[in-house]
């Protein structure tokens, strides 16, 4: 039912003040507005990306791939000269041998893991073999139908109520 028409008659609506209709939409000045401030976030972007890349990736380990190419090839370096002096071979043959458990245990768990969807595998299968066998069962064997009954005729009049002829 469209606005301008009603469904009354005209003779009830007669004294009805007029129905106001909606004020014009501002979506051109919003979208305008969204396109400047993407503008203005562009170009502040390309003024200031690096420094404000460095700050966000300072702020939070999280976000380090935020960090400009240079500092992390610098930091990439610093790392991997750190990491090298610290060790000693000692600690590197606990870490091998504690990782050397870590993944006979996942491999454990994993075998683990295939055993029981092999399981489920069969199980399921099983119960599907099952369950379409019984509706097969279901399905070739119609019901019984009831023996058809003698069609019915009408029992005969006695002589009294008998039709003259």
Do not use: H
Not at 29 to 38: D, E, K, P, T, W
Not at 90 to 106: D, I, Y
Not at 109 to 133: P, S, V
């Amino acid at each position: 039912m469209s606005p301008t028409r009603s469904e009354f008659p005209a003779e009830l609506l007669a004294g009805e003040p007029p129905v106001p209709l909606p004020a014009p939409r501002r979506r051109p000045g919003r979208l305008l507005i969204a396109f400047c401030m993407g503008i203005a976030a562009t170009l502040a972007w390309q003024s200031y990306g690096d420094a404000a890349r460095e700050i966000i990736a300072n702020s939070s380990p999280q976000l380090s791939w935020l960090a400009p190419q240079a500092a992390i090839a610098q930091t990439a370096g610093a790392t991997a000269e750190a990491a090298t002096a610290a060790l000693d071979p000692q600690e590197l043959k606990t870490m091998s041998l504690g990782l050397a458990a870590v993944r006979q245990r996942v491999d454990q768990l994993a075998a683990q893991i295939a055993a029981g969807q092999e399981q489920m595998t069969r199980d399921f299968t099983m119960k599907l073999q099952a369950a379409e066998q019984d509706i097969l069962g279901k399905v070739s064997a119609p019901p019984p139908q009831p023996a058809a009954a003698p069609p019915r005729r009408p029992a005969p009049l006695p002589p009294q109520l008998a039709p003259p002829r």
